[in-house]
């Protein structure tokens, strides 16, 4: 990951990422900067999603190593560091509060008929 | 799906925009009125109340034939405005695949990529259209000049003001451009990696008459590979190659 501080003038080496690509998916696992974090994310089959964190001046053993029988997380979206949602490749909606140690399934519903 | 704030976000679920305001306990459908038959392009919430979103149909495989209609609140998607999109007449007759990224930097300054075109060799390609008016109307910063080097990029899309901002696009979808000037110019970022990482990934293949040969995988790729191999009665043997 390449960070600047000019406007994107120059560019420099900022932290080495493991775990982006999702061989068995042949696709690039989803992942977020906030706070200046990156948070990368998969979901087991069976499983609740597991993060990877790695702040500036991470390097690749800070991260953590996924499962390979892991698949990729379809979607990611984090307010702060501790507090995101994201989408498994199973349309499941998953949000947590502390930077991913536990999950709520906040999975909307099918839309409502209207009451008569 | 995005989280706007720790407790309010939206979601798409099963062709609905679904909003929530306390974490995701509780949701409200929230769907745009769109046209019969519309597919959703493109979805942003630039903060808690205002929202755009972008309705693609028609005919995609006929010039003009695709049609866009935006739909555009002020209040969180309690009501919500749909008019039909007015881009530029030159635009008109081109070949849109209906992939769209929307970008608001306020209320009223915002840009549209409009891309991927029928196939794959003009995916990462299209047009940036930019509104001064909220999305009333939208014009084309970027007038080609047809001249050597000039291609017109579009893509993902973020603008973090007015005039400086980010865009995903090429043939492969997998070039980095900047604008400082609102979507006028674009200039091509290119970042050399420091490291080569990605050696496994070209997946080198050595393959005779016979299909007896060689295939380098990742590990996680092999494991998939054998499985394969299992159920079509093919032979496969792995060795481990050195880590460069």
Known sequence: ?????DG?????PDRILTGLHDASQESTVHSVVVDSTWIAGRAPRRGLPQLSKLGPGASATDSTMPAPEES??????FATASQGWVVTVYGKLLSTNDGGATWTDITPGPPQAPTP | MKLLAPDVGWAMSMGRLMWTSNG?????????PGPEGAVTSAIFFLDASHGWVLFAHGEPDVPSGLRFDLATTDNAGATWSVEPLRMPDWLSGSLFGGEASLAFADPIHGWLSLYAGLNDMSRG??????TSDGGRSWLSPHVPTHRRGDVSVAGPIVMVTPQFGWLVGGGGNDELYVTRDGAKTWQAVVLESPVKTDLMRKYDQNFDQLQ???????????KEEREWAQEQDVSYAAYDLPVF
Do not use: N
Not at chain 2, 24 to 32: R, Y
């Open chain 2, 24 to 32: 995701g306990t509780d949701w409200k459908d929230i769907t745009p």
């Open chain 2, 212 to 222: 007896r040969g060689f295939q380098a995988l990742p590990p996680a790729a092999a």
């Open chain 1, 1 to 5: 990951m390449f960070a600047t501080e």
């Open chain 1, 8 to 12: 994107g003038v120059t560019w420099k």
């Open chain 2, 125 to 130: 390609y299209g047009s940036v259209l930019a």
């Open chain 1, 72 to 77: 990729g997380v379809s979607q990611m979206s």
